[in-house]
Nanobody, 124 residues
């Protein structure tokens, strides 16, 4: 079992920045592919970014490239999502997820463990 706890969400004005953190426990963190997803009210959960076990490879949903950056610190068992130039349409609950496979994946069903989510609200 893996426990994931997100933090860092909140209310920010458009154009601002936030950094989300996700602390993992219960399994060797460096053996996990990590991802961030988000879900806005009335919408399906969507892929945001993912990072390989070593941190050397990452993937992003195309529309967020350049504004969002995923990173990880295996010594701290933590994955981060730096979000810059935030827009009101970025408002959502952001979820951290962990996959036991080796491939960086965008597929929700490939992730075995999920955090409880953290709310990000961007005001205009």
């Amino acid at each position: 079992q893996v426990q994931l706890v997100e933090s860092g969400g909140g209310l920010v004005q458009a154009g601002g920045s936030l950094r989300l953190s996700c602390a993992a426990s219960g399994r060797t963190f460096s053996n996990l592919v990590m991802g961030w997803f988000r879900q806005a009210p009335g919408k399906e959960r969507e892929f945001v970014a993912a990072i390989s076990r070593s941190g050397s490879n990452s993937a992003y949903t195309e529309s967020l490239k350049g504004r969002f950056t995923i990173s990880r610190d295996n010594a701290k068992n933590t994955v981060y999502l730096q979000m810059n130039t935030l827009k009101p349409e970025d408002t959502a609950v952001y979820y951290c997820a962990a996959a036991g496979g080796v491939v960086v994946t965008r597929r929700t069903d490939r992730y075995d463990y999920w955090g409880q989510g953290t709310q990000v609200t961007v005001s205009s």
